[in-house]
């Protein structure tokens, strides 16, 4: 069993920064593509940012430039730093990973979610 663990969210000024860690643990041979999700009230669910294993990342228009995506193998973590933050950006964020687990099965797992609000 493989499990995700989401912390750095809250409530920001406009124009402030967060960042958002995403750690997993349980079995895991080794996880491969690695990503981070917002889903904002009445809205579908988007992909913000993603990274490969190899380190190439790939970011929605909207957040190009201001938020940056990282991520520890060594500690199968995945960061997403988020700067000059907008209204727009609050959403509930969701990190994935697509996981090769200990016994050789693929998994695609969630985190529970973390809240950014960005408001004055």
């Known amino acids: 069993q493989v499990q995700l663990v989401e912390s750095g969210g809250g409530l920001v000024q406009p124009g402030g920064s967060l960042r958002l860690s995403c750690a997993a643990s349980?079995?895991?041979?080794?996880?491969?593509?690695m990503g981070w999700y917002r889903q904002a009230p009445g809205k579908l669910r988007e992909l913000v940012a993603g990274?490969?294993?190899?380190?190439?990342?790939n970011y929605a228009d909207s957040v190009k430039a201001r938020f940056t995506i990282s991520r520890d193998n060594t500690k199968n973590t995945v960061y997403l730093q988020m700067n000059s933050l907008k209204p727009e950006d609050t959403a509930v964020y969701y990190c994935n990973q697509k996981v090769l687990a200990g016994d050789y099965r693929n998994l695609n797992v969630w985190g529970q979610g973390t809240l950014v609000t960005v408001s004055s």
């Open positions: 349980g079995s895991i041979f080794t996880i491969y593509d």
């Open positions: 990274i490969t294993r190899g380190g190439r990342t």
